[in-house]
Structures are given as structure tokens and as C-alpha cells.
């Protein structure tokens, strides 16, 4: 069957004409002279000529009906629809890659089913209506555009199995990288027609809020150091009538005192109620906070509350068992009673679940392992420097502490000791590599020992440095310091001080302490810090504009810097400018601080792997492999379930995930692929164990203000992009877009043939008498 | 001294309109006419007889008498020169009637002109009319109540029947003993090889043929334009429905066929053929056969 469709159907009423020419011919024929005549043996014909005549009548009659036939489909305006065909089968094919918007929002059920649910049954629908033969393929718009269907494909059953198969929204979606993305694999596509469509919710984040504009000029700048034809993207909006600014309860990101605790401590967490919508606060009907998926306890929530900020902060601490492992915190927002106990005109606070909920993965070790280098090269260690720093981490008497300090001289420090012990995982299956290294009054690096603490400070790790008087200032500067570019975070200027004149001593300024490990000491009479002296003290300086090093804690005396800290690769440096013992004249080891202190500063440095477990969106997944590098029984859950292995090998399947080993200082890593979607990824190992990732969700998904309209057009400009406002009315915009092939100059050249034809015929039969 | 036939007006008057024409139309054109038609006219002796009380006095040969001192009466073989036999067609198809008169009434002024022309001449004529069949049958005569006779004939005429002229012609050619001038008046609406037969049995009884082939303008131009449905003249109900304009020229190939292969074989039977076109002035077939007369002497 010929697609063709009409623009005015009501023209084609005209097709009635055609009975005129059989009509004039039939009154014609009523309309006749009569002769009495005589010669009638001439009017007799052959039958040939007969015949002939009646083949010229029905030739000139059907050219002067197909004439006015033509002439009358011409003026209904006839087009070839091939969206129609996209929609109904049966046309030129084309290639479709269908966009799911994966972000949080798309589970808002205020208008029904969820925008999801609506935006998989249109799909269905979509293809279902397809031709035979048109390609398909799925891209899930998150954080990073997951392929659900990666290459275009005709298997139409797949395509709905896989939509259907497809994982409930979270986190954010980043648009311009999914339009990157489906570009690409329309480029494989050899077809005239193709066509982008993004099924999204309208929502203003990830559309048009200022991240996601300054990603769309990327993307055009981009567009535009590439060559070729941009496929048409459309942007249907499946959940049309949910309102401006729906009620909506969302719970702000959940943050740790540490994210490394020791068994049995208490760590505190903060969060807060998000209220989008409200003008007033009502208590929620509950918050629950779970431990590794187990109800642990309903957190308090105000009973009053102001809205000004549309927050309500929320604090709670929570105590770790002795079982040292990956830990996952889970706090569960419920604004509604659960629906059983509703009464009648209930109304719904909160119709989007899925940001209700924040988690947080949180190691929890037997004791912190931490390698204390002592510069001092006596062999009694009690005489050494390092005893009171050593005895602060972990004292002799305690038996269990939370710190495992091991003490080696300078000269024993090598690759090997960022090794630990070298053993075996301990059953707990948390190791002993030190995670935290301090050089208590080292005097010079050896080349070796310069570059190993380089590679352990890029691959994460924390380093405490505490000046003493061995300390050689050139070799400091030169070596470790580089005028900015070593590691160390400031430069040495010169010793200061008198231990002799304990008046002129430096004392450290509380009200400076706005370091997350010196936080605690702010306030004035906790632990005494700010009455410890230092008679003798380190004059640093970090020169340079650009400096990345930045004093976090200061001296009363002309703001001398008592601690810097810089960064360096994914590690820490801390650099104190005393030597945290008793080698210069100091009372700082009698301050009640001075152990909180050494455990604030060796937690907040082992804390710096914080980011390998609670990662945003798109980063790759690190874990610390022992010593025998190898990938067998390691498996990986992702959010919606889905476990796989790894695998070293590139795969194009989806059986496993791409992974690889990198040899680091301490052992090797494992490094796999990005984690594209958000929520709680599980690791398991052979032996059982398991180690969360925490996929950051964009609490900023809570707000469901919709895109304006001057946000759209503006969008439109930057992009080419088409927006829809309903889907019904992508179909229609797809059928009268430029696919639609009008063919009314065809018809016309057909109106001209004929007329030629006709008065050709006529003469010709006028030439015959 | 030859008999000569008078003509009354007063008597043709009698006879309607159409004896007025023939004279009209014969006297104007013999008025035009130089050289006396009479002249050289003889009529045949054929034997003498004793007179009776009754006869006429003028017919005694007095030579006779003066040598023999007895009445003889002078009788003559016929009373003209000439037998001319006038075949009118009076079937349907020659009341065919377009813008001028109908071929019939055409014939009847041609036949009724030549009647009064032959005799006044003092020729013999006489008169058949006929469609398939011969509907009325006047023996040559020369006598001016013949004329009448032959007047009042054609006048009642009709044109009626089917034509099927050749075995008519085949029996009057069997009928007519002496030889003399066979005149024929019709469309000749029939197989042309059959009308020859007859016309060459005309020949072989020596009779002298002269056919004039009647036909009117629109059967020879076929003018018509509109759809036109033509009903038989001669056979009722028989009627086609055509476009004339499309008929055209297949109408006219197979009429001047036939006219051709009748005037083509006509003349090589020796038969004088000639068209008349009913537009055309009658006169035209009284000149055609006085100068035949002439030419026969």
C-alpha cells in the first residue's frame, strides 16, 4: 500500500467530479437528432472499426476522469508520510535511539503512575507502532548515559524486554552527555531518517540549572569542531501535568565525622530534611536509620521546625560494633504514614521516594594501622622522640587500641614497610597496611624514600610531618619542597626560639582551628591546646600566588603557621612545625589535647579514602586487592541487583565487569569500570566479605521545579533540540516534520501528462473523421 | 405529315401542379434552345386500307384514290420514332428529404419533364413505377392523354418499400420486346454488381440505357455534426444510433465506393450513367437527353 496521506481531506469530497465525463457522455447520447434516411447500407462499420472507436471513447474517457481525478488529489494536497510509517510500517526505514531520562525526579507519582511507568508504556507503544525493520536503541540518561541497547537493533521483542527490564531512576541525568552519546551510535547508521527522543519529565536540574547550561555550550562548542549531520532530537515531556512546584520531603546528603572509625566508636553523622513546597513543617512520620539494611533505631526528628532555609539540620551518632568490616548507613526518610493507616482526606506529602534516603559506607577497623618513621637513630625506642607520639596512638597499657602504631627508624624506611607486615588478610579482611605515615623529626630523605612517600601520597595516603631540630632546612627545601612543587607543604625558614626563654614561647591560636581534625579545639577550656608552649618552633612560609598549601592552624605570635596542609595527587601532607614530643622545651605532650590531637590529625589523614566509598556518579571503583593480585570469586552488585565478576579482558557483553590491576606502592588495586548509577554497590570476595560503594545521588533532583518557557527556547537556541509538550503531540510533530514528503508537484506533473495526452487523443480522433 | 401531341393547358391544369412544372420547366429550356429539336422527325408507313365511314378525312391518300379511284386510309407502324421506357424508383430510401426536395419528388419532376419532352417530340413513353415490386406499369404511348395518364401516375405516387431493384430490371428487360430508350430514375440503393447484371441485360435485349443516379447532397457530404439517430426509410424500426462526426469518414469511403464502382461498370456496360444531386436544376437531365437523342439521330 502507497503511504499517502492527504493535508484536507475534505478536498478529496471533490473526487466526485469524476462521474461528470461519463455524464456528459451518457447526455450527450440522450441528446440526439433523428434522420429519416435512406442510404443505410453506408452507416454499417466494420467490426473493427467499432471496436476501435470504443476503445478511443473509453481511452478519452478514462484520460478526462483520471484528468480531474488528479487534478483533485493535487489540490487535497497530497504527502508521502513516512513518520506515519515510522508509527504505522510500511515506509522508508529509519533509526531511533530512545533516551530514558534515569534521574530521580522521573519516580514522582503526584499525577498517577510514575513519570517512568508512563515514560516505559509510551515507549512500548512507540515501537510497537514501528515498521518492520526500523532500528532501535536505549540509552539510560544518568549521571554518565548508560547503553541499555547500545548498538541499533530491528528485534523489536528485545527492545520492549529490555525497556521493560529497565532499573528504576535515581541519581541525576547529564543530558548533553547522553545526546553525545546517542549521536554517536546514530553515526553508524547509514539511514536518511533518524531521530533522537529524549523522554524526560520537564524537570529545570539537568535540563537548565547553571551545571547543566555551562555542560550544554560544552557540548555545542564541542558540536562544532565536528564535522557532519546532527540527527533531530526531540524532547517529549511524559508527565505534563504535574504541577510547578509539587510538596516534596528529600533528605540532604548524610556526611561522617570519620569515615574510618576503629571498632566500637562513635561516629557522628549530619544530614538534613529538605522541604520543597511547604510553607510549614510537620514532623514527619518517621526517620529510620539502618545498618547495613538492618532497622537499627527511629531518629528524632523536631517537633517544630522554621522553613526559611527549607532545611531542618539533623544530627545523630551512632556507635560501630566490634566487628571490624565495610559498614553502610542508611538513613530512611518517611514523611507519610504508611498507607494502611491513613484515614480518609489524607493528604500526601510526598510523592517522590526516591530521594528519601541517603547512605554513607563507612570502614570500620580493628585498629588504624599508621608506620611512625623516627628520625632519631638511637636504638632504646623510649629515648627516642617518637615514644610519645607512638604512646598517644596506641598506649602500652591499652590492649585493644584504636590505633596500630608501628615504630622503625629512618634508615629501616623503605618501599616494604607501606607493605605491612605482608601477611595475609587478617579474617576480618581489613589489613594492616599503614594507612597514615608519620616522619616524626626526620633529618634528610633518601632519593628512594623521596619517591616512595611520593607514589604513597598520589595513591591516597596521609603523611604527618613533625619538625625537630634534626631536621636539615636545605635538604627540606630543595628536595622535598621543590619552591612549591615537592610534596612538602611549606618551606623552612628558620628555627626560632630559645628553649631558655620559656617567656617568648608560641602558643597555638584556638580561634584559627577551623581544620576538620582541629575542629573540636576551637572552643576555648577543650583539652587545654591553646595553653601548650613551644619555646622553640620552625618559622614556615609558603611563598608563591599559586601556592595549593594552606596554613590550617596558627601560632598567637605574628600568626606563625603551626600547621599546613597541602595536596598531593589524592593524598594529604600535614606538616606541623614542632616536633609533637618533648625534644624542644614544650609542655604540649602534659595538654589533655595532645592524644585527641594525634588521633584527630591520624583519622582525619586515614579518612582520606573516604572518597573510594562514597564516590560521585561516572568515578571508577577502587579496591585494595592482598598481596596476591588476583580477581577470582570478586563480584559485584549493582544498585538494581544485578551481580557480575570482573574481568581483565575487554568485553562487549554485559557478563562481566572491565576491570584492571594497577600495582601500587602498597599492593595492588583493583580498578573497574565507572559506577554510572547511583545507590549502593556491594563488593563480595571469596571470603565473604563485603564492601559497600556509595553512589552519590544529586540531592538537587529533589527540586521539581519544571523548566519555564523563555529556559526552553533558550535551550532550543544553544541546542538542537525540539521540545514537546505532550507525547501524543511528538507523534503529530513527527509526522509533519520534514519527513513528510509532499508530493503535490508530482500529482501536477501527472495533471500536465494527462492534459497533453487528452488533447493529443482529441486531435488525433478529430484527425481520424 | 407527323402527329403531333397538343397540350392544353387548360386540360394540364387539370393535372396539378406538377404537369405545370414539367411544361415549364421543358418549354424554358427549349426556349434556349437554337436549332429546332423537330426537325428530320419522320413517322414509319406501314400499309394502306380500304376506308371506312368514321375514319378521318384527312388520313385518305388521295395519291391513291386519283390513281385507283378508291378511298384508302394510310395507316403508319407506330406513331413515333422512339420507345422510351421511364423506370422510376419509388421505394423508401427515395423520400429521403434534406434541405432541398426529397430524391423522389426530384425523379418525379425529372420523369414528368421527360415524359412531356419526349412527347412533344412525339416519342413513345412510357412509365414504371416500382420498389421491390412494379407498383403501376403505363405502356409506351404517344398520344398527349398519355402524358396525362403518366402525370396523374407520378403525381399519386408515394415512395414506400424496400428496394430491390435487380430482378424487377431482369423481368422488364424480359418484357420489353422492342427495342427502344430505357430511362431510369433511382438512388440505386442496392448491390451494385447485381444492378449491373440487370442494366447488361437491358443492353443485350439492345435497349439503350440511361441511368440517372438520383442522390441528395447530405447523402453524398454527410454534413452532420450531432449525435444523430437515422431510422430506415425503408425498413421500419431499423435505426442506428451514431456520432455522425466519427462515422464521417467511413460513411463516405464506402458511398463513393459505391458510386464509383457503379459509375465504372455502368459505363462498361454502356449504360449512360449520370449523377443528379437533387440541389442541382432538373433541366440538367433534359439537356443529358436530348443531346443522347441528337446523337442517336
Known sequence: MVPISFLSLAMLAGLAVLVIPPLIHLLNRRRYEVIEWGAMQFLEMSEVTRRRMHLEELLLMLLRIGLLAVLVLALAGPYLDSSSRLLQGGRVNRDVVLVFDGSASMSYTGTGKSAQDQAKEWAIDFVQKMAPGDGVAILHARQQAIPVLGQLTTDRERVIDQIRRMPGPSGSASWPAALEQARAILQESQRSEREIILISDNQRVGWADDRATLAWKDFVALKKEQAGTTPRAWVVNLDPQRPANPPNWSLAALSASRAVVAVEQEVTFRTAMQLHGQTHYERPHRLRLE???????????????????????????????????????????????????????????????????????????????????????????????????????????????????????????????????????????????????????????????????????????????????????????????????????????????????????????????????????????????????????????????????????????????????????????????????????????????????????????????VGEHNLPAGQPLRYRLPTSASLAGLTLQSPSGETRPFSIEATDDRSAYAAQIVQQVQGPILVSEGLREAGIWKLSTPEQQTQFYVVQSDSREADLTPMSEAERKQLEKLAPLTFVDHPEELRERLSNSSSQVQLWWWFLLGLIVLLCSEVFMTRWIVKQR | MSASVHFDPSSLSRYGRLALVARQLVEGFLTGVHKSPYKGFSVEFAEHRQYYPGDEIRHIDWRAYGKTDRYYIKEYEEETNLKAHLLVDASGSMGYKGKTQSKFEYAQHVAASLAYLMLHQRDAVGLMLHDTKIRHMLPPKASAKHLLQILNLLQEARPEGETSMAPLWHHMADQLKRRGLVVILSDCFDKVGELIRALQHFRHKRHEVLLFHVLAPEEMEFPFSRWTEFRNLEVSGHRVKVDPQRLRKEYLKNFNTFCQQLREQAGQAMVDYHLLRTDQPVERALGVYLTRRQSRG
Open chain 1, 291 to 609: 545498618v547495613n539494611g538492618q532497622f537499627i533505631k527511629n531518629i528524632e526528628t523536631p517537633l517544630k521546625a522554621s522553613l526559611e532555609r527549607g532545611q531542618i539540620p539533623l544530627t545523630f551518632k551512632y556507635r560501630f560494633p566490634k566487628q571490624p568490616g565495610s559498614y553502610l548507613v542508611s538513613l530512611i526518610l518517611e514523611p507519610d504514614l504508611p498507607p494502611a493507616e491513613r484515614g480518609p482526606g489524607y493528604v500526601i506529602k510526598d510523592h517522590l521516594p526516591a530521594d528519601n534516603r541517603q547512605d554513607f559506607a563507612v570502614e570500620v577497623v580493628r585498629a588504624l594501622p599508621v608506620l611512625l618513621v623516627d628520625g632519631d637513630t638511637t636504638t632504646d625506642p623510649k629515648t627516642r622522640g617518637s615514644f610519645f607520639l607512638r604512646d598517644a596512638l596506641s598506649p602500652a597499657r591499652d590492649q585493644t587500641p584504636v590505633v596500630q602504631a608501628r615504630v622503625i627508624p629512618i634508615q629501616e624506611f623503605n618501599a616494604t614497610s607501606l607493605v605491612g607486615s605482608g601477611s595475609e588478610r587478617e579474617p576480618s579482611g581489613i589489613d594492616d597496611r599503614p594507612r597514615v605515615l608519620i616522619l616524626s623529626n626526620v633529618a634528610r630523605l633518601s632519593g628512594e624514600q623521596q619517591r616512595v612517600i611520593d607514589r604513597f601520597l598520589q595513591q591516597g595516603g596521609g603523611v604527618l610531618v613533625t619538625l625537630g631540630e634534626r631536621c636539615e632546612r636545605d635538604h627540606y627545601n630543595a628536595e622535598l619542597h621543590r619552591e612549591g612543587k615537592g610534596w612538602l607543604p611549606a618551606k623552612l625558614d628558620e628555627k626560632q626560639g630559645d628553649e631558655k626563654k620559656v617567656k617568648e614561647s608560641v602558643r597555638p591560636l584556638p580561634s584559627s582551628f577551623y581544620h576538620p581534625a582541629l575542629e573540636m579545639f576551637r572552643r576555648q577550656g577543650v583539652g587545654g591546646l591553646e595553653t601548650a608552649w613551644f619555646a622553640r618552633w620552625w618559622k614556615l612560609s609558603t611563598p608563591g600566588a599559586g601556592s595549593t598549601s594552606t596554613p590550617v592552624a596558627l601560632f598567637h605570635k605574628e600568626t606563625l603557621p603551626f600547621l599546613v596542609e597541602r595536596a598531593h595527587g589524592e593524598g594529604k601532607v600535614l606538616l606541623c612545625s614542632v616536633p609533637l614530643d618533648n625534644s624542644w622545651r614544650t609542655n604540649v605532650v602534659d595538654v589533655p589535647a595532645y592524644v585527641p590531637l594525634v588521633h584527630e590529625m591520624v583519622y582525619y589523614l586515614a579518612s582520606l579514602r
